[in-house]
Each structure stands twice: as structure tokens, then as C-alpha cells.
């Protein structure tokens, strides 16, 4: 079965500081791997996505994310926080045909000026 | 505007008063789902639907129901609901295996059973 694994449930970084935040997943073939955003009071945004091809993906807002199948990863990186990026982030995993899609249990970013 | 409308936003019942959660979308997508989201459990997956009158379980499909009677709604009913229903719910939908992958999701429906 899929499942995704998202060590950090909270981190705190200051605006201007770079950001990881890690994801590992589980999956038997090439997963199709999402990284979503959640404001406040909000529905889900998404950030990136990874199908196949370049391991290094860009999404919007100035994330991008880099894909190791060797270490079952799918960390997301931004080099420069704003303090709008404080929110929860999701890692996702899904398969071909996108019957089912398996999120993990999300990572809140604190921004401190 | 391409949108997943979900209604109502919020809704305090009480245990065992049925009620129905409905999610619409204006994308012509195949591909339907519901999810809850808890602290620290992240989204999990209760019913998903691949097309009309096609619907299978997630992970966590216990007291729910639903169908899928037209391509663009996929209401999600709660026969009976009990206090660990309480939760907030997010209807999703995708265009299926002609799209990119990414799923477009509805502002939520916050939901309290006392």
C-alpha cells in the first residue's frame, strides 16, 4: 500500500531563511508525487507535481522540489521565506489513472520576522 | 471560473440526524472524491469516484455514503451521524487519466455532530 511520511509536523523559520520541509513515500512502482498548500480557512492549492522525466521540479510561488527515488523522497525547498508562505503543506502520493491519492499528515510553517 | 463548490460550509447537527454534504464542479472532470481532514492525521480518503453511476472506497468509508448520478456532483451523505464524524470534509475532483494529475478541491465543509 502507498503511504506517505512527513517527519515534521511543525517548524518555525525566520522570513528570509531558506526552507525544506521532507516527505518520504512508500510506493511500489513510479509514484506520481504533489506537494499541496493549505492557507488558513482555505481548500488546497497545488505547489508542484512530479510524473517523470527532470528530478528537479518548479511550481508556483517560488517552490520547487527534487525527486530521489533512491532515498524515497520528495523534499520541497524555497530559498527565501515570506511570511505569506506560513501555512500547512501536504506531500501526496498517487498512480497512474489517479484512482487514489494518499496525503500525509502535513508540516505547518510558522514564519518569524 | 473553474471551481468544486461544496455547501454547507459549516453545519452543527446532532447524532443520528441525517444529513448530506453536496459538491458540484463546473470542469467536466471524471474523477470525483471526498476526504476528512484531522489534527494530525492529514487527509484521508472516504469514497472516490472514477465516472457516473462508478464509485469505490477510500480509506476511511465507515458511515458514509455516496453517489454519483451526474458527472458533476457527488454529494456525500451521512445515514446516521455520530460525534467522530466531526471533522472537516473536502470534495475534490481531477479530470481522470486525460489530465495532468492535479486534483482541484472545494473550500471545505466544517462539520460538528453533538
Known amino acids: 500500500a502507498q503511504s506517505v511520511t512527513q517527519p515534521d509536523i511543525h517548524i518555525t523559520v525566520s522570513e528570509g531563511a531558506s526552507l525544506e520541509l521532507r516527505c518520504n513515500y512508500s510506493y511500489g512502482a513510479t509514484p506520481y508525487l504533489f506537494w499541496y498548500v493549505q492557507s488558513p480557512g482555505q481548500g488546497l492549492q497545488l505547489l508542484l507535481k512530479?510524473?517523470?522525466?527532470?528530478?528537479l521540479v518548479q511550481g508556483i510561488k517560488g517552490f520547487e522540489a527534487e525527486f530521489k527515488r533512491s532515498q524515497s523522497s520528495f523534499n520541497l525547498r524555497k530559498p527565501s521565506v515570506h511570511w505569506s508562505d506560513a501555512a500547512e503543506y501536504f506531500c501526496?502520493?498517487?498512480?497512474?489513472?489517479?484512482?487514489?491519492?494518499?496525503f500525509g499528515t502535513g508540516t505547518k510553517l510558522q514564519v518569524i520576522p | 471560473e473553474a471551481q468544486v463548490t461544496q455547501n454547507p460550509r459549516y453545519l452543527i447537527t446532532v447524532t443520528g440526524k441525517k444529513l448530506t454534504v453536496t459538491c458540484s464542479q463546473n470542469?467536466?472532470?471524471?474523477?470525483m472524491s471526498w476526504y476528512r481532514q484531522d489534527p494530525g492525521l492529514g487527509l484521508r480518503q472516504i469514497y472516490y469516484s472514477m465516472n457516473v453511476e462508478v464509485t469505490d472506497k477510500g480509506d476511511v468509508p465507515e458511515g458514509y455514503k455516496v453517489s454519483r448520478k451526474e458527472k458533476r456532483n457527488f454529494p456525500l451523505i451521512l445515514e446516521s451521524p455520530s460525534p467522530n464524524q466531526t471533522s472537516l470534509y473536502f470534495c475534490a475532483s481531477n479530470s481522470g487519466t486525460s489530465g495532468t494529475g492535479e486534483l482541484f478541491f472545494g473550500e471545505g465543509s466544517r462539520l460538528t455532530v453533538l
Open positions: 512530479y510524473f517523470s522525466g527532470d528530478t
Open positions: 470542469m467536466n472532470h471524471e474523477y
Open positions: 501526496a502520493v498517487g498512480q497512474r489513472g489517479y484512482q487514489k491519492v494518499t
